[in-house]
């Protein structure tokens, strides 16, 4: 299911900007826009807003965000994770390590840097294990019922202050998913 609400709006508003794929160069810098991503080790594909490439070859991933860039932390490591997860995909596909990158939250026309650590690309390798083991047993995620819930545009559908108080409905919508022989 997918549902809109004004937050995705928005974000495709912005992301209209930079969706057309393209080149330029910027003071001195080779510019890539909605660049696809790969990589075969991790078995990703993906997007990434723009691509600056330095004179040596070495991306500098911009992942373009609608709202402020001072969200709560767990939730700006959600953005944290998608710009590590772009970075490790631009090593694979360029040779060259991506130390750091960025988030432009265009609402303020302000950056946030972000070092793409180890300890970032262990949580984006644990995300994956993660993601794929629940693929692979057909079940979904929990629901959070917190603060990714407030501007979440599931959440009439998700229903997670409900779900998330009630282990009847928890219990019945997780045997919904299970294979029937
Ligand atoms: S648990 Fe919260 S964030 Fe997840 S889909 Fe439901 S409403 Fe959205």
């Not at 549902?3 to 495709?12: D, K, S």
């Not at 330095?54 to 992942?63: A, K, N």
């Not at 960025?102 to 950056?111: H, P, S």
């Amino acid at each position: 299911m997918f549902q809109e609400n004004i937050f995705t709006q928005r974000g495709q508003a912005l992301h209209k900007r930079v969706d057309d794929p393209g080149v330029e160069v910027r003071d001195g810098l080779r510019v890539e826009r909605a660049l696809p991503l790969y990589s075969d080790r991790l078995g990703l594909v993906g997007k990434v807003d723009v691509v600056e490439f330095l004179p040596d070859g070495s991306p500098y991933p911009v992942e373009y965000k609608h709202g402020s860039r001072h969200k709560r932390a767990e939730i700006a490591r959600c953005d944290d994770l998608q710009l590590a997860a772009q970075a490790m995909c631009l090593e694979e596909m360029t040779g060259h390590s991506v130390p750091e990158a960025a988030l432009f939250y265009a609402t303020l026309r302000r950056c946030r840097e972000v070092l793409i650590s180890p300890e970032l690309h262990q949580a984006v390798e644990t995300a994956l294990v993660e993601i794929r083991s629940m693929l692979s047993l057909g079940r979904l995620p929990p629901r959070r019922n917190d603060d990714h819930c407030r501007a979440c545009s599931l959440r009439d559908l998700c229903q997670p202050e409900v779900l998330a108080d009630n282990e009847r409905h928890r219990r019945v919508l997780d045997h919904l998913f299970y294979e029937d022989d």
